[in-house]
Nanobody, 118 residues
């Protein structure tokens, strides 16, 4: 079992920055993929960014060049640095942990609200 706790959300003006943190209840060293998803009102949850245990990253086109995902295995924490925020980035942001294998196991955090005002 892995509990994920997000923090760092809040209200920010357009063009501002926020850094989200996702603290895991145990070592993330063996977790294959850690990611950030978001869900805006009336929309489906979508992948924002993901990072593998080897450090490879993947970003949604809408955030490329503005957001950066990183992981600190020593602190069992994944970060999402969000710069040049836009009102359309407003959503609840969820941390995700995926363990691959014969049975894929997925864990979710409870989410943190990010609101970007124009």
């Amino acid at each position: 079992q892995v509990q994920l706790v997000e923090s760092g959300g809040g209200l920010v003006q357009a063009a501002g920055s926020l850094r989200l943190s996702c603290a895991a209840s145990r070592s993330i060293f063996s977790i294959n993929i850690m990611g950030w998803y978001r869900q805006a009102p009336g929309k489906q949850r979508e992948l924002v960014a993901a990072i593998t245990s080897g450090g490879s990253t993947n970003y949604a086109d809408s955030v490329k060049g503005r957001f950066t995902i990183s992981r600190d295995n020593a602190k069992n924490t994944v970060y999402l640095q969000m710069n040049s925020l836009k009102p359309e980035d407003t959503a609840v942001y969820y941390c995700n942990a995926m363990i691959l294998g014969s049975n894929r196991i997925v864990y979710w955090g409870q989410g943190t609200q990010v609101t970007v005002s124009s």
